[in-house]
């Protein structure tokens, strides 16, 4: 089961990058929350403005299993319990839908301390290549994130992240690299990768439409 989730998450990150290269991609094309899964003959995932969540929507996600923080040698890695992400919609509709990170907080990490440092922004991107889906690659803009280990600290940057999957109670599934972008000297050099699941329970039900 560990393995199929690993596919599972594999295949949609490379999804989410054919999703931010090439013409016709998800950069051009209008992002929407809906309340229903809407889809044309043609197979296009669009969304009637009145089933469209207004801006100022409030988006709530928290964490179904451990997120890893996977930090290089000699480091370790950093398994957190608990791990809340809220942030606010600034439109209703958008390319690409731009939303405020309120809160993006980690907890029960063992012997390692995980905190957010700079929430910034969350951009979300309806994922049109290879082919439409109701989901949405999802991409950190400012946000910096900390990563103590008794005397060493480390601080990151999360850049794109991972993937938001509509449905009636929708998901989203964090992977990605963490870049490096300072701490102290006893932090190791390099970049880290992490990945976890989250369940969104607001707004309930979402999907990612046009």
């Not at 931010?20 to 889809?39: D, K, M």
């Not at 296009?44 to 179904?64: D, V």
């Not at 930090?71 to 992400?85: M, Q």
Request: net charge negative; aromatic share 6%; glycine share 12%.
């Amino acid at each position: 089961m560990k393995g199929m989730k690993i596919l599972l998450l594999g295949a949609m990150a490379a999804m989410a990058l054919m999703a931010t290269i090439g013409a016709g991609t998800a950069a051009a094309t209008p992002t929407t929350l809906c309340e229903i899964e809407e889809t044309t003959i043609g197979g296009l995932p669009i969304c009637a403005p009145e089933n469209q969540y207004l801006a100022g929507t409030m988006i709530h996600a928290h964490l179904e299993e451990k997120t890893k923080l996977m930090i290089p040698k000699p480091f370790g890695v950093a398994e957190c319990e608990e791990s809340t992400l809220t942030a606010t919609t600034e439109a209703q509709t958008a390319m690409p839908l731009g939303a405020i990170v309120n809160e993006f907080t980690f907890g029960k990490c063992g012997e390692y301390e995980v905190k957010t440092l700079i929430p910034g922004t969350l951009d979300i991107e309806i994922i049109d290549l290879p082919f439409w889906t109701h989901n949405g690659t999802l991409t950190f803009t400012g946000t910096k994130i900390t990563v103590k280990k008794g005397e060493i600290d480390c601080e990151y940057t999360v850049g794109h992240t991972g993937v938001l999957t509509g449905g009636a109670m929708a998901t989203i599934d964090l992977l990605g690299q963490l870049t490096r972008v300072g701490g102290n000297a006893k932090c190791p050099l390099g970049n880290a990768q992490w990945n976890g699941s989250y369940t969104v329970t607001e707004p309930e039900p979402l999907w990612i439409g046009m």
